[in-house]
């Protein structure tokens, strides 16, 4: 029954996606309970069309994005993709982006790809270009694109791996570019250098290396590798190389070894797929518990119908189905109650049914559910969905889609922002944007002086730099936008009564002299956003806290003090708490009067915090925290923490007021362990917070990292202790962390500072000297250069450029503290791209 009133839904789903392409959003009642929305549909380049849809039936809502990728388009190409060619290691899928950007390569979509491992491999058997980069002796599920553009969906395919040797006796393969692990008996591992700089084996095992030469190295299904061994030994982690092959193995096939292969030997491998994988050029797979086959021939998958907790739980999902001959990629977002709840597997597949899909597969969703697509006028795609963890979690590959078609010069369309109906508060202010596309919907810039903006229905005022200014009561209208030919209109309605208001930052701390901006966001009835901007609101202030002006900045007074900040909109008033004083620091780590180390399952006293003085490992006064662990031959969840303490010693540092974020700096070691932070909240509940993603602390050198306080948080909270945790017995290493300046972030984390305006002002007042003030001011240049032309990556680069010259200890004399602390605080939330 569950199913049959999800299709009645779904059904009147696929009656409105019939609708005309167009901006506007569309709404249609197709029940008693039901409410299907299209927020925007566009095509994307040739071949390639977006669609984002929500819907609500009862107590449920959804939010998804859907592309369209017609594969026999001679401009489209799609493809998976790991970072930098490698299956060992994440990255996020804007990153991922970049890195094809910076191939030369227009990526106009993207979303995450299989399910993969701890450190980034992909579960299943991914083939890029007709070239095997991993797989498992078994597949579940998987999409397949063959030389001729077709696309079919298998599942239950086998890999068939063998190497000969030259005595004519066979040994299978198990794995091919997977981890190996001390777990593993009588396996036979094969790696060439796709799975990374070394093949990350553990001792106890037997490696052969076999030279095939440069070019040859390549594992292709169906094609025969032939090669000489150059080495067999009982050894681990060995060194993959361009024109070599490692083969590893463990328990009878390690004798096997032993027994029939020696240096000098002529080998010859063979890998083969069942189903006639091996003639296609792109394989992406679904391979885990949650790997599973959706659709198959136009019918809900029969295991999806079992009474199971995989099968009716609800979570963000990515698919991918096929209809008529082309790819159709969805991403629906979940776990985030008044937004979207997600979706179970039966009910995906009868959504997918009801769209006509003919055949479908379950991919990495969950906290992996990112969706990427170029908007029309934009030079590369933008994350279009909200990831479930508040964030992009890297994954370990990517799906990508890619347009060759050619850059025209000539205007073909224009594209307003924001690109949904504009629904404002009377006398609000929104800075509007044109932005054009030719005809290949490629990007063409459009200077603002050329524009002509117009309104319909006496809603407002727009001036020539797209600034407009809501009238006053309840209007409805039209803005458009013109050049030439070409123009763009947008619905308007304004309103002058609104149900809910909130301001942020919430009940925050702040130091005297400082000044804060606030920011207002308004709701409606049915709990939808309307634009508001500060200007509307009457602002003022109880307590000796500062001044406020109108719109909305608070500049706090020398003194101490505790006080209130008002904002209210007709007989609609909200107001948060200020105290003027205390730091947001929550420890310097300059002495050790409320801090200690501890240790759990690590090797025994291996676990030393110090305060250090050297000047590589300091970013703040004159000391940091050094914190030595060991986890090496350990078992279950090891965890070396710094604990905070109160003032009678006591585990747990109450923080005031209602902080949106904790952030620490932290020197990493590369050792991919976890970084957590241990919290009590205001009902006395411990929790634990990732201030790192999947992969850990991934880097080395300084890296500010942060924990997103959730919206649901009872406060006051207490900060118990940092938890480095390591669980995988096969990553349980020995390293050393350095930490400095662990803070309480109390500010809009959509809000980001005028870096550049800063930097002016401090090499005006002499807080920052020539020539470090000139190599800033470059380096501040090249990040919005590259944030213009699209890419995030090069700007993330000179961003951490500049914030190193920042904190260059040689560059001492030519910044004072003051303006070092505030650009390293500020320029955190600015390069949170």
Do not use: C
């Not at 450190?119 to 991993?134: F, N």
């Not at 590369?380 to 479930?388: A, D, E, F, M, T």
């Not at 508001?532 to 007074?557: A, P």
């Not at 349980?732 to 962390?737: I, P, R, S, Y």
């Amino acid at each position: 029954m569950r199913i049959r009133k999800g299709l009645k839904l779904l059904t009147s789903i696929l009656l409105l996606t019939t609708i005309i392409i167009g901006h506007q959003a569309t709404a249609t009642q197709a029940g008693d309970h039901e409410e299907i929305i299209v927020n925007e549909e566009y095509q994307v380049s040739p071949g390639v069309y977006h669609k984002s849809i929500k819907w609500k039936e009862g107590d449920t809502l959804n939010s998804l994005r859907m592309m369209e990728v017609d594969l026999q388009d001679s401009f489209v190409h799609f493809t998976p993709y790991s970072s930098n060619g490698k299956v060992y290691g994440l990255e996020t899928v804007g990153n991922t982006i970049d890195e094809m950007g910076e191939q030369g390569k227009q990526v106009v979509g993207g979303v995450n790809g299989d399910f993969f491992s701890s450190v980034g491999i992909p579960s299943g058997l991914q083939i890029v270009d007709g070239e095997i980069y991993t797989s498992p002796r078994s597949i579940k599920a998987l999409v397949a694109i063959f030389p001729d553009d077709s696309i079919k969906m298998e599942h239950s395919v086998e890999m068939m791996a063998e190497w000969k040797a030259e005595n004519g006796e066979v040994l299978g393969l198990d794995m091919v570019n997977r981890s190996r692990v001390a777990t593993h008996n009588d396996r036979a591992f094969l790696f060439n250098d796709r799975f990374g700089e070394s093949a990350k084996t553990p001792e106890g095992g037997v490696e052969v290396i076999l030279d095939v030469g440069e070019g040859s190295d390549r594992f292709i299904a169906g094609q025969t590798i032939q090669g000489t061994v150059t080495s067999v030994e009982e050894t681990a982690d060995t060194k993959l190389e361009k024109g070599k092959i490692v083969l590893s193995a463990v328990g009878t096939k390690a004798d096997w070894i032993m027994k029939n292969i020696g240096v000098g030997d002529e080998v010859n491998i063979d890998l083969n797929f069942t189903k006639n994988i091996n003639q296609a050029k792109d394989v992406v797979s679904g391979n885990s518990t949650l790997g599973t086959v959706l659709l198959k021939e136009g019918k809900i998958w029969e295991e999806l119908l079992e009474d199971n907790k995989n099968n009716t739980e609800k979570h963000p999902r990515t698919m991918l189905a096929i209809k008529n001959g082309k790819l159709y990629i969805f991403a629906v977002d979940g776990r985030q109650e008044g937004y979207s709840d997600g979706m179970t597997l039966p009910g995906a597949a009868a959504y997918l049914q009801s769209l006509g899909m003919e055949d479908a597969i379950n991919i990495d969703g969950g906290g992996s559910t990112t969706y990427y697509v170029r908007q029309p006028g934009d030079v590369k795609p933008s994350l279009q969905n909200r990831p479930s963890d508040g964030l992009e979690r890297p994954v370990g590959s990517s799906l990508l889609v890619i347009s060759k078609a050619p850059q025209q010069s000539e205007l073909a369309g224009i594209r307003l922002y924001p690109s949904t109906d504009l629904k404002i508060v009377s006398g609000s202010k929104i800075r509007l944007e044109a932005k054009g596309y030719d005809g290949y919907m490629n990007p063409v810039a459009v200077e603002s002086k050329s524009l002509q903006w117009s309104v319909n229905g006496e809603v407002g005022e727009v001036d020539r730099s797209g600034l407009f200014v809501a009238g006053e009561g309840k209007l409805q209208g039209q803005i458009t936008v013109q050049k030439e030919s070409s123009s763009d209109t947008k619905n308007v309605r304004v309103v002058d009564e609104i149900a809910a208001l909130k301001i942020s930052p919430t009940s925050f701390v702040i130091e005297p002299g400082r000044a804060q901006v606030f920011s207002a966001k308004a709701y409606d009835e049915a709990g939808e956003e309307i634009f508001i901007s500060s200007n509307v609101l009457e602002w003022s202030v109880e307590g000796n806290i500062g001044e406020i002006s109108e719109e909305g900045v608070l500049q706090t007074g020398n003194n101490t003090a505790a006080g209130k900040v008002i904002a209210q909109y007709h007989d609609l008033r909200v107001e948060t708490l200020v105290e003027v004083g205390p730091s947001p620091i929550i420890e310097d780590f300059e002495d050790e009067s409320h801090i200690r180390s501890n240790e759990v399952r690590t090797v025994p006293g291996s676990v030393q915090m110090n305060l250090v003085s050297e000047p590589e490992y300091v970013l703040y006064g004159e000391k940091s925290a050094q914190l030595s662990y060991d986890f090496t031959g350990t078992e279950g969840t090891s965890a070396a923490y710094i604990q905070f303490l109160d003032d009678n010693g006591d585990l747990g540092k109450e923080v005031k007021g209602e902080p949106t974020r904790f952030g620490v700096w932290v020197y990493g070691d590369q050792q991919y362990h976890h970084l957590r932070l241990g919290i009590t909240d205001g009902n006395g509940q411990n929790a634990l917070w990732n201030m790192t993603t999947i992969g850990g602390v991934n880097w080395t050198g300084w890296k500010y990292v942060y924990a997103t306080v959730p919206e649901e948080t009872v406060f006051p909270l207490k900060v118990r202790y940092f938890a480095l945790e390591e669980k995988n017995k096969n990553n349980k290493t020995a390293g050393m962390l350095y930490y400095d300046q662990f803070e309480a972030v109390y500010s809009d984390p959509e809000q980001k500072p005028d870096i550049e305006l800063m930097l002016k002002d401090m090499i005006q007042t002499g807080d920052i000297q020539h020539p470090l003030a000139k190599q800033l001011t470059n380096k501040l240049g090249q990040v919005y250069h590259h944030l213009d032309n699209g890419s995030q990556k090069q700007a993330q680069k000179f961003s951490n450029d500049f914030l190193e010259r920042v904190n260059d200890p040689k560059n001492s004399k030519m910044i004072s503290k003051e303006a070092q602390l505030e650009l390293n605080q500020k320029a955190v939330d600015a390069f949170n791209f």
